[in-house]
Protein backbone atom coordinates (compact mmCIF):
# COMPACT_ATOMS: atom_id res chain seq x y z
CA UNK A 1 0.00 0.00 0.00
CA UNK A 2 1.40 3.02 -1.15
CA UNK A 3 1.93 5.97 1.31
CA UNK A 4 -0.33 8.62 -0.11
CA UNK A 5 -3.37 5.81 -0.26
CA UNK A 6 -2.08 4.82 3.72
CA UNK A 7 -2.44 8.51 4.23
CA UNK A 8 -5.68 8.85 2.80
CA UNK A 9 -7.08 6.10 4.93
CA UNK A 10 -5.51 7.38 7.91
CA UNK A 11 -7.16 10.55 8.08
CA UNK A 12 -10.47 9.62 6.74
CA UNK A 13 -10.89 6.94 9.58
CA UNK A 14 -9.52 9.76 11.93
CA UNK A 15 -12.24 12.05 11.12
CA UNK A 16 -15.13 10.42 10.25
CA UNK A 17 -18.45 8.98 12.06
CA UNK A 18 -18.39 5.60 13.34
CA UNK A 19 -20.14 3.52 11.63
CA UNK A 20 -21.77 2.35 14.58
CA UNK A 21 -25.26 4.12 15.48
CA UNK A 22 -24.81 6.27 18.64
CA UNK A 23 -27.09 3.89 20.97
CA UNK A 24 -29.04 4.90 23.14
CA UNK A 25 -29.02 8.54 21.80
CA UNK A 26 -29.78 7.63 18.44
CA UNK A 27 -32.12 5.12 18.50
CA UNK A 28 -32.87 2.23 16.22
CA UNK A 29 -35.81 2.31 13.64
CA UNK A 30 -37.58 -0.30 12.91
CA UNK A 31 -38.87 -1.71 9.44
CA UNK A 32 -42.61 -2.20 9.02
CA UNK A 33 -42.12 -5.87 8.49
CA UNK A 34 -39.73 -6.08 11.82
CA UNK A 35 -40.87 -9.34 13.67
CA UNK A 36 -40.93 -8.01 16.58
CA UNK A 37 -43.32 -9.44 18.50
CA UNK A 38 -47.25 -10.74 18.32
CA UNK A 39 -49.85 -8.64 19.12
CA UNK A 40 -53.46 -9.72 19.65
CA UNK A 41 -56.57 -7.30 19.22
CA UNK A 42 -58.42 -9.26 22.22
CA UNK A 43 -62.15 -7.88 21.55
CA UNK A 44 -62.63 -9.34 18.36
CA UNK A 45 -60.94 -12.50 19.27
CA UNK A 46 -63.22 -15.97 19.05
CA UNK A 47 -61.08 -17.88 21.33
CA UNK A 48 -61.66 -20.57 18.05
CA UNK A 49 -58.24 -21.69 18.66
CA UNK A 50 -57.04 -21.47 15.10
CA UNK A 51 -53.65 -19.83 16.05
CA UNK A 52 -52.52 -22.28 18.98
CA UNK A 53 -53.44 -25.65 16.53
CA UNK A 54 -51.45 -23.83 13.64
CA UNK A 55 -48.22 -23.27 15.71
CA UNK A 56 -45.40 -24.81 15.33
CA UNK A 57 -43.83 -24.57 18.10
CA UNK A 58 -47.15 -24.86 20.83
CA UNK A 59 -46.56 -20.97 22.02
CA UNK A 60 -50.02 -19.93 22.27
CA UNK A 61 -52.87 -21.20 24.35
CA UNK A 62 -56.62 -20.64 24.41
CA UNK A 63 -59.15 -21.10 26.96
CA UNK A 64 -62.37 -20.51 25.45
CA UNK A 65 -64.01 -20.91 28.95
CA UNK A 66 -62.28 -18.12 30.63
CA UNK A 67 -61.33 -16.28 27.73
CA UNK A 68 -58.07 -16.13 27.79
CA UNK A 69 -55.00 -15.93 24.70
CA UNK A 70 -51.91 -16.58 26.21
CA UNK A 71 -47.96 -16.97 24.55
CA UNK A 72 -45.02 -17.97 25.74
CA UNK A 73 -42.77 -14.96 24.38
CA UNK A 74 -39.35 -17.92 24.42
CA UNK A 75 -40.89 -20.01 22.41
CA UNK A 76 -42.33 -18.45 19.54
CA UNK A 77 -40.47 -18.57 16.52
CA UNK A 78 -42.17 -15.46 14.89
CA UNK A 79 -42.82 -17.59 11.73
CA UNK A 80 -46.53 -15.74 11.74
CA UNK A 81 -48.43 -18.36 10.91
CA UNK A 82 -50.73 -17.45 13.66
CA UNK A 83 -51.39 -14.63 11.87
CA UNK A 84 -52.27 -15.71 8.60
CA UNK A 85 -54.37 -18.47 9.60
CA UNK A 86 -56.22 -16.16 12.53
CA UNK A 87 -60.09 -15.79 10.75
CA UNK A 88 -60.68 -12.70 11.96
CA UNK A 89 -57.12 -10.93 11.48
CA UNK A 90 -57.21 -10.07 15.53
CA UNK A 91 -53.42 -11.15 15.61
CA UNK A 92 -50.34 -8.82 14.13
CA UNK A 93 -46.97 -8.96 13.92
CA UNK A 94 -45.62 -5.64 15.72
CA UNK A 95 -42.28 -4.63 14.76
CA UNK A 96 -41.32 -3.90 18.81
CA UNK A 97 -39.68 -6.42 20.74
CA UNK A 98 -40.73 -7.15 23.92
CA UNK A 99 -38.72 -6.04 27.08
CA UNK A 100 -35.36 -8.37 28.31
CA UNK A 101 -36.39 -10.60 30.73
CA UNK A 102 -34.42 -13.13 32.96
CA UNK A 103 -37.29 -15.35 33.19
CA UNK A 104 -39.59 -17.65 30.40
CA UNK A 105 -42.27 -14.56 30.04
CA UNK A 106 -45.89 -15.99 29.24
CA UNK A 107 -48.22 -13.02 28.22
CA UNK A 108 -51.68 -13.44 29.13
CA UNK A 109 -54.40 -11.59 27.62
CA UNK A 110 -58.25 -11.95 28.71
CA UNK A 111 -61.24 -10.45 27.36
CA UNK A 112 -63.35 -8.35 29.77
CA UNK A 113 -66.64 -7.55 28.70
CA UNK A 114 -67.63 -3.99 28.15
CA UNK A 115 -70.43 -3.46 31.02
CA UNK A 116 -73.89 -4.19 30.06
CA UNK A 117 -75.72 -0.96 28.80
CA UNK A 118 -78.43 0.80 30.68
CA UNK A 119 -81.74 0.23 29.27
CA UNK A 120 -82.35 3.26 26.72
CA UNK A 121 -84.56 5.57 28.46
CA UNK A 122 -87.98 5.97 27.54
CA UNK A 123 -88.55 8.40 24.53
CA UNK A 124 -90.61 10.82 25.90
CA UNK A 125 -94.27 9.90 24.14
CA UNK A 126 -94.63 12.26 20.90
CA UNK A 127 -97.30 14.61 22.26
CA UNK B 1 11.76 -38.48 8.18
CA UNK B 2 11.34 -36.46 11.34
CA UNK B 3 9.00 -37.41 14.52
CA UNK B 4 5.48 -37.29 14.28
CA UNK B 5 2.96 -35.40 16.64
CA UNK B 6 -0.13 -35.20 16.35
CA UNK B 7 -1.65 -31.69 17.28
CA UNK B 8 -5.34 -31.53 17.84
CA UNK B 9 -6.94 -28.69 15.80
CA UNK B 10 -10.55 -27.48 17.20
CA UNK B 11 -13.48 -28.18 18.01
CA UNK B 12 -12.64 -24.83 19.65
CA UNK B 13 -10.78 -22.79 18.00
CA UNK B 14 -10.55 -19.00 18.03
CA UNK B 15 -10.69 -19.48 14.34
CA UNK B 16 -13.43 -21.80 13.90
CA UNK B 17 -17.09 -20.73 13.98
CA UNK B 18 -18.35 -23.58 14.42
CA UNK B 19 -16.76 -27.01 16.12
CA UNK B 20 -14.94 -29.37 14.03
CA UNK B 21 -12.42 -31.61 14.95
CA UNK B 22 -9.33 -32.48 13.36
CA UNK B 23 -6.06 -34.59 14.09
CA UNK B 24 -2.74 -33.14 12.25
CA UNK B 25 -0.27 -35.50 12.13
CA UNK B 26 2.76 -33.18 11.40
CA UNK B 27 6.22 -34.27 10.82
CA UNK B 28 8.09 -30.97 11.96
CA UNK B 29 5.91 -27.92 10.94
CA UNK B 30 4.69 -30.19 7.81
CA UNK B 31 1.03 -31.58 8.53
CA UNK B 32 1.22 -35.27 7.05
CA UNK B 33 -2.23 -36.17 7.58
CA UNK B 34 -5.05 -34.84 8.84
CA UNK B 35 -8.25 -36.83 9.87
CA UNK B 36 -11.27 -34.71 10.72
CA UNK B 37 -14.30 -35.89 13.03
CA UNK B 38 -17.70 -34.39 13.36
CA UNK B 39 -20.75 -34.67 15.87
CA UNK B 40 -20.32 -31.73 18.22
CA UNK B 41 -23.17 -29.96 16.91
CA UNK B 42 -25.58 -32.74 15.98
CA UNK B 43 -29.57 -31.42 16.94
CA UNK B 44 -31.27 -34.10 15.13
CA UNK B 45 -33.54 -32.05 12.64
CA UNK B 46 -34.29 -34.01 10.14
CA UNK B 47 -35.94 -36.20 12.63
CA UNK B 48 -38.72 -33.82 13.55
CA UNK B 49 -40.08 -34.20 10.47
CA UNK B 50 -41.90 -37.69 12.43
CA UNK B 51 -43.70 -34.37 14.43
CA UNK B 52 -43.88 -31.70 12.46
CA UNK B 53 -46.57 -31.32 9.66
CA UNK B 54 -45.01 -30.42 6.04
CA UNK B 55 -46.16 -27.11 5.76
CA UNK B 56 -44.39 -26.57 9.52
CA UNK B 57 -41.01 -28.29 8.59
CA UNK B 58 -40.09 -24.64 6.65
CA UNK B 59 -39.51 -23.34 9.82
CA UNK B 60 -37.39 -26.10 11.12
CA UNK B 61 -35.49 -26.48 7.83
CA UNK B 62 -35.17 -22.90 7.63
CA UNK B 63 -33.21 -23.43 10.95
CA UNK B 64 -30.45 -25.64 9.57
CA UNK B 65 -27.65 -22.93 9.11
CA UNK B 66 -28.30 -19.06 10.20
CA UNK B 67 -25.71 -18.02 7.12
CA UNK B 68 -28.01 -20.04 4.24
CA UNK B 69 -31.25 -20.13 5.64
CA UNK B 70 -33.42 -19.17 3.19
CA UNK B 71 -31.55 -21.46 0.81
CA UNK B 72 -32.39 -24.31 3.32
CA UNK B 73 -36.46 -23.34 3.11
CA UNK B 74 -36.50 -22.84 -0.20
CA UNK B 75 -34.92 -26.36 -0.80
CA UNK B 76 -36.88 -27.93 1.28
CA UNK B 77 -40.22 -25.70 -0.36
CA UNK B 78 -38.75 -27.26 -3.52
CA UNK B 79 -38.44 -30.52 -2.63
CA UNK B 80 -42.21 -30.87 -1.34
CA UNK B 81 -43.62 -29.21 -4.16
CA UNK B 82 -41.87 -31.27 -6.87
CA UNK B 83 -43.60 -34.20 -4.23
CA UNK B 84 -47.00 -32.73 -4.35
CA UNK B 85 -46.70 -31.48 -8.16
CA UNK B 86 -47.26 -27.98 -7.04
CA UNK B 87 -46.49 -24.97 -9.27
CA UNK B 88 -45.03 -22.01 -8.20
CA UNK B 89 -46.27 -18.58 -9.20
CA UNK B 90 -43.54 -16.87 -11.88
CA UNK B 91 -43.19 -14.21 -9.55
CA UNK B 92 -42.86 -16.45 -6.21
CA UNK B 93 -40.13 -17.92 -8.27
CA UNK B 94 -38.36 -14.62 -9.19
CA UNK B 95 -38.83 -13.51 -5.50
CA UNK B 96 -37.22 -16.44 -4.15
CA UNK B 97 -33.82 -15.68 -6.88
CA UNK B 98 -33.95 -12.53 -5.58
CA UNK B 99 -33.86 -13.25 -1.96
CA UNK B 100 -31.35 -15.99 -2.49
CA UNK B 101 -28.77 -14.38 -4.39
CA UNK B 102 -29.22 -11.25 -1.65
CA UNK B 103 -28.23 -14.36 0.58
CA UNK B 104 -25.31 -15.38 -1.06
CA UNK B 105 -23.86 -11.72 -0.85
CA UNK B 106 -24.52 -11.23 2.47
CA UNK B 107 -22.73 -15.44 2.94
CA UNK B 108 -19.56 -14.23 0.98
CA UNK B 109 -19.12 -10.75 2.89
CA UNK B 110 -19.20 -12.61 6.10
CA UNK B 111 -17.28 -14.97 4.98
CA UNK B 112 -14.23 -12.58 3.54
CA UNK B 113 -14.28 -10.93 6.59
CA UNK B 114 -13.98 -14.40 8.46
CA UNK B 115 -11.10 -15.09 5.79
CA UNK B 116 -9.44 -11.73 6.43
CA UNK B 117 -9.69 -12.95 10.31
CA UNK B 118 -8.23 -16.13 9.98
CA UNK B 119 -4.76 -14.45 9.04
CA UNK B 120 -5.20 -11.55 11.22
CA UNK B 121 -6.14 -9.10 9.39
CA UNK B 122 -8.59 -7.32 12.10
CA UNK B 123 -9.30 -4.23 9.88
CA UNK B 124 -10.49 -5.90 7.04
CA UNK B 125 -12.62 -8.45 8.61
CA UNK B 126 -14.40 -5.30 10.20
CA UNK B 127 -14.99 -3.51 6.76
CA UNK B 128 -16.42 -6.82 5.54
CA UNK B 129 -18.94 -6.78 8.14
CA UNK B 130 -20.00 -3.46 8.06
CA UNK B 131 -20.78 -4.06 4.28
CA UNK B 132 -23.05 -7.34 4.97
CA UNK B 133 -24.58 -4.75 7.32
CA UNK B 134 -26.45 -3.16 4.61
CA UNK B 135 -27.77 -6.50 3.53
CA UNK B 136 -29.33 -7.62 6.64
CA UNK B 137 -30.86 -4.49 6.28
CA UNK B 138 -32.41 -4.81 3.00
CA UNK B 139 -33.27 -8.02 4.37
CA UNK B 140 -34.77 -7.04 7.17
CA UNK B 141 -36.92 -4.46 5.39
CA UNK B 142 -38.30 -7.30 2.44
CA UNK B 143 -38.95 -10.37 4.76
CA UNK B 144 -38.95 -9.17 8.63
CA UNK B 145 -35.47 -10.85 9.53
CA UNK B 146 -32.15 -10.46 9.18
CA UNK B 147 -30.69 -13.80 9.56
CA UNK B 148 -34.08 -16.15 10.01
CA UNK B 149 -36.68 -14.37 7.57
CA UNK B 150 -39.95 -17.40 7.30
CA UNK B 151 -41.06 -15.76 4.00
CA UNK B 152 -40.65 -19.10 2.47
CA UNK B 153 -44.32 -21.50 1.70
CA UNK B 154 -45.22 -24.33 0.56
CA UNK B 155 -46.43 -22.98 -2.81
CA UNK B 156 -44.64 -19.80 -2.47
CA UNK B 157 -43.97 -16.92 -0.67
CA UNK B 158 -45.36 -14.98 2.36
CA UNK B 159 -44.33 -11.70 1.43
CA UNK B 160 -44.43 -9.52 -2.07
CA UNK B 161 -41.97 -6.97 -2.74
CA UNK B 162 -43.42 -3.53 -4.79
CA UNK B 163 -41.74 -2.29 -7.34
CA UNK B 164 -40.44 1.16 -5.47
CA UNK B 165 -38.60 -1.70 -3.15
CA UNK B 166 -37.31 -3.74 -5.81
CA UNK B 167 -35.56 -0.33 -7.17
CA UNK B 168 -34.48 1.06 -3.85
CA UNK B 169 -32.97 -2.62 -3.28
CA UNK B 170 -31.20 -2.79 -7.15
CA UNK B 171 -29.76 0.94 -6.10
CA UNK B 172 -28.41 0.10 -2.27
CA UNK B 173 -26.77 -2.67 -3.95
CA UNK B 174 -25.50 -0.73 -6.58
CA UNK B 175 -24.46 1.93 -4.85
CA UNK B 176 -22.30 -0.67 -2.06
CA UNK B 177 -20.57 -2.02 -5.28
CA UNK B 178 -17.74 0.74 -5.39
CA UNK B 179 -17.26 -0.35 -1.31
CA UNK B 180 -17.17 -3.80 -2.21
CA UNK B 181 -14.54 -3.31 -4.80
CA UNK B 182 -12.38 -0.92 -2.76
CA UNK B 183 -12.17 -3.58 -0.38
CA UNK B 184 -12.21 -6.66 -2.43
CA UNK B 185 -9.50 -5.29 -4.00
CA UNK B 186 -6.92 -6.01 -1.18
CA UNK B 187 -7.75 -9.56 -1.33
CA UNK B 188 -6.56 -9.52 -4.81
CA UNK B 189 -3.35 -7.32 -4.85
CA UNK B 190 -2.31 -6.70 -1.22
CA UNK B 191 1.30 -7.97 -0.58
CA UNK B 192 0.93 -9.74 3.00
CA UNK B 193 -2.90 -11.21 1.64
CA UNK B 194 -1.09 -12.36 -1.29
CA UNK B 195 1.30 -14.04 0.84
CA UNK B 196 -0.75 -15.89 2.65
CA UNK B 197 -3.34 -17.24 0.25
CA UNK B 198 -1.41 -17.75 -3.37
CA UNK B 199 -0.11 -21.20 -3.48
CA UNK B 200 -2.05 -22.46 -0.19
CA UNK B 201 -3.79 -24.99 -0.80
CA UNK B 202 -3.36 -26.21 -3.53
CA UNK B 203 -6.54 -28.94 -4.68
CA UNK B 204 -6.10 -29.73 -8.51
CA UNK B 205 -9.11 -29.72 -10.74
CA UNK B 206 -8.96 -34.18 -10.81
CA UNK B 207 -9.16 -33.82 -7.53
CA UNK B 208 -11.61 -31.53 -6.74
CA UNK B 209 -13.69 -33.63 -9.75
CA UNK B 210 -12.60 -37.32 -7.96
CA UNK B 211 -13.41 -36.07 -4.80
CA UNK B 212 -16.77 -34.68 -5.38
CA UNK B 213 -15.71 -31.14 -4.05
CA UNK B 214 -18.79 -28.67 -4.80
CA UNK B 215 -19.29 -24.78 -4.64
CA UNK B 216 -16.63 -22.24 -5.21
CA UNK B 217 -14.41 -25.46 -3.95
CA UNK B 218 -15.02 -27.14 -7.21
CA UNK B 219 -14.89 -23.97 -9.20
CA UNK B 220 -12.03 -22.29 -7.92
CA UNK B 221 -9.95 -25.61 -8.93
CA UNK B 222 -12.03 -24.99 -12.39
CA UNK B 223 -14.74 -27.60 -12.28
CA UNK B 224 -17.29 -25.91 -13.68
CA UNK B 225 -20.00 -27.02 -11.26
CA UNK B 226 -23.25 -24.90 -10.30
CA UNK B 227 -26.79 -25.97 -9.77
CA UNK B 228 -27.77 -22.79 -11.43
CA UNK B 229 -26.82 -23.97 -14.12
CA UNK B 230 -29.99 -26.68 -14.16
CA UNK B 231 -33.69 -25.52 -14.48
CA UNK B 232 -33.78 -24.82 -10.43
CA UNK B 233 -34.97 -20.74 -9.63
CA UNK B 234 -35.36 -18.20 -12.47
CA UNK B 235 -31.48 -18.47 -13.36
CA UNK B 236 -31.84 -19.94 -17.05
CA UNK B 237 -33.89 -16.83 -18.23
CA UNK B 238 -31.34 -14.21 -16.17
CA UNK B 239 -28.50 -16.07 -18.60
CA UNK B 240 -25.96 -17.29 -15.82
CA UNK B 241 -22.43 -18.66 -16.23
CA UNK B 242 -20.70 -20.23 -13.66
CA UNK B 243 -17.50 -18.35 -12.17
CA UNK B 244 -14.72 -20.90 -12.50
CA UNK B 245 -11.08 -19.81 -11.32
CA UNK B 246 -7.91 -22.74 -12.26
CA UNK B 247 -5.27 -21.67 -9.51
CA UNK B 248 -7.05 -24.17 -7.26
CA UNK B 249 -5.43 -22.34 -4.36
CA UNK B 250 -7.05 -20.60 -1.12
CA UNK B 251 -6.62 -17.40 -3.36
CA UNK B 252 -8.47 -18.84 -5.98
CA UNK B 253 -10.94 -19.45 -4.32
CA UNK B 254 -11.28 -16.15 -2.21
CA UNK B 255 -11.62 -14.48 -6.26
CA UNK B 256 -14.40 -16.76 -7.45
CA UNK B 257 -16.43 -15.94 -4.35
CA UNK B 258 -15.15 -12.28 -4.71
CA UNK B 259 -16.74 -12.83 -8.64
CA UNK B 260 -20.06 -14.23 -7.23
CA UNK B 261 -20.95 -11.29 -5.39
CA UNK B 262 -20.64 -8.47 -8.35
CA UNK B 263 -22.74 -11.29 -10.36
CA UNK B 264 -24.80 -11.64 -7.76
CA UNK B 265 -25.85 -8.10 -7.97
CA UNK B 266 -26.13 -7.95 -11.67
CA UNK B 267 -28.76 -11.37 -11.39
CA UNK B 268 -30.76 -9.00 -8.72
CA UNK B 269 -30.86 -6.43 -10.73
CA UNK B 270 -31.70 -8.56 -13.62
CA UNK B 271 -34.24 -10.40 -12.22
CA UNK B 272 -35.79 -6.68 -11.05
CA UNK B 273 -35.91 -5.88 -14.51
CA UNK B 274 -38.06 -9.32 -15.37
CA UNK B 275 -39.74 -10.31 -12.58
CA UNK B 276 -43.57 -10.34 -13.92
CA UNK B 277 -46.61 -9.04 -11.88
CA UNK B 278 -49.03 -11.96 -10.54
CA UNK B 279 -49.63 -14.30 -7.20
CA UNK B 280 -47.08 -15.19 -5.43
CA UNK B 281 -47.77 -18.18 -3.92
CA UNK B 282 -50.82 -21.05 -4.84
CA UNK B 283 -52.57 -22.79 -1.89
CA UNK B 284 -51.48 -25.75 -0.24
CA UNK B 285 -54.22 -27.95 1.17
CA UNK B 286 -54.22 -32.05 1.86
CA UNK B 287 -52.06 -34.40 2.20
CA UNK B 288 -48.64 -36.04 0.77
CA UNK B 289 -49.60 -38.55 -2.13
CA UNK B 290 -48.89 -41.80 -0.99
CA UNK B 291 -45.11 -43.37 -1.55
CA UNK B 292 -43.68 -40.88 -3.40
CA UNK B 293 -39.98 -39.26 -3.08
CA UNK B 294 -38.42 -36.26 -5.06
CA UNK B 295 -34.79 -34.87 -4.96
CA UNK B 296 -33.95 -31.04 -4.98
CA UNK B 297 -30.69 -29.27 -5.64
CA UNK B 298 -30.29 -25.97 -4.97
CA UNK B 299 -26.45 -23.82 -5.12
CA UNK B 300 -26.06 -22.35 -2.16
CA UNK B 301 -23.66 -19.82 -1.13
CA UNK B 302 -21.18 -22.92 -0.28
CA UNK B 303 -22.20 -25.22 -3.39
CA UNK B 304 -24.58 -27.92 -3.79
CA UNK B 305 -27.64 -28.58 -1.44
CA UNK B 306 -29.23 -31.74 -1.79
CA UNK B 307 -32.84 -31.89 -0.31
CA UNK B 308 -34.45 -35.55 -0.36
CA UNK B 309 -38.23 -35.85 0.62
CA UNK B 310 -39.83 -39.28 1.17
CA UNK B 311 -43.54 -40.22 2.34
CA UNK B 312 -44.94 -43.12 2.51
CA UNK B 313 -48.56 -42.78 3.52
CA UNK B 314 -51.36 -39.93 2.55
CA UNK B 315 -50.86 -38.05 5.52
CA UNK B 316 -49.31 -34.64 6.61
CA UNK B 317 -46.14 -35.76 7.59
CA UNK B 318 -43.12 -37.34 5.66
CA UNK B 319 -41.32 -40.32 6.34
CA UNK B 320 -37.80 -39.30 5.26
CA UNK B 321 -36.23 -35.56 4.85
CA UNK B 322 -32.44 -36.02 4.31
CA UNK B 323 -30.07 -32.94 3.36
CA UNK B 324 -26.44 -33.41 2.17
CA UNK B 325 -25.00 -29.60 2.57
CA UNK B 326 -22.34 -28.52 0.75
CA UNK B 327 -19.67 -28.85 3.51
CA UNK B 328 -20.12 -32.22 3.75
CA UNK B 329 -18.76 -32.77 -0.23
CA UNK B 330 -16.57 -30.84 0.63
CA UNK B 331 -14.61 -32.43 3.76
CA UNK B 332 -12.81 -34.69 1.46
CA UNK B 333 -11.30 -32.18 -0.70
CA UNK B 334 -10.20 -30.37 2.75
CA UNK B 335 -8.33 -33.57 3.94
CA UNK B 336 -6.48 -33.60 0.36
CA UNK B 337 -5.66 -30.22 0.56
CA UNK B 338 -4.25 -30.24 4.23
CA UNK B 339 -1.99 -32.73 3.91
CA UNK B 340 1.98 -31.55 2.75
CA UNK B 341 0.58 -28.13 4.27
CA UNK B 342 2.58 -25.73 6.80
CA UNK B 343 0.56 -25.91 10.32
CA UNK B 344 0.25 -22.02 10.24
CA UNK B 345 -1.71 -22.01 6.74
CA UNK B 346 -4.10 -24.81 8.37
CA UNK B 347 -6.70 -22.34 10.11
CA UNK B 348 -6.87 -20.54 6.53
CA UNK B 349 -7.32 -23.26 4.49
CA UNK B 350 -10.12 -25.14 6.77
CA UNK B 351 -11.58 -21.64 6.43
CA UNK B 352 -11.02 -21.60 2.32
CA UNK B 353 -13.90 -24.58 2.25
CA UNK B 354 -16.48 -21.73 4.14
CA UNK B 355 -16.93 -24.77 6.70
CA UNK B 356 -20.37 -24.86 8.23
CA UNK B 357 -20.85 -27.47 10.89
CA UNK B 358 -24.43 -26.72 11.98
CA UNK B 359 -25.23 -27.29 8.00
CA UNK B 360 -23.55 -30.58 7.90
CA UNK B 361 -24.68 -32.08 11.22
CA UNK B 362 -27.97 -30.70 10.88
Known amino acids: ?73 MQCIMCRCCVGYCPKHCLTMENTYTPPSTTKVVDTFTFVPPPAEEAPAETPAAE | MGKRTVIPFGPQHPVLPEPVHLDLVLEDETVVEAIPSIGFIHRGLEKLVELREYPEMVFVAERICGICSFGHSWGYCHAVEGLM ?36 FESLFMQCWRLRETVLDLFEKTTGGRVIFSVSRVGGVLYDMDADTLAEMVRTLRGMEPEIRRICQVFADDASVRNRLCGV ?28 MTCHGKYQELGFEPIVETAGDCW ?72 RTPTCANLPALVKMLGGCDLADVPVIVLSIDPCISCTER
Open chain 1, 1 to 73: MGVMKLSKTLFQNLFRKPDTKMYPVIQREYTERTKGHIGIDIENCLFCGMCARKCPCHAITVDRNSKTWSISR
Open chain 2, 201 to 228: GVLSKEDAYALGAVGPTARGSGVAIDMR
Open chain 2, 252 to 323: ARTQVRVREIYQSIDLIEKAVERIPEGEIAVPVKGNLPENACFLARVEQPRGEAVYYVKSSKATKFLERFRV
Open chain 2, 85 to 120: NIEVPERAEYLRTIWHELGRVHSHLLWLGLLADSFG
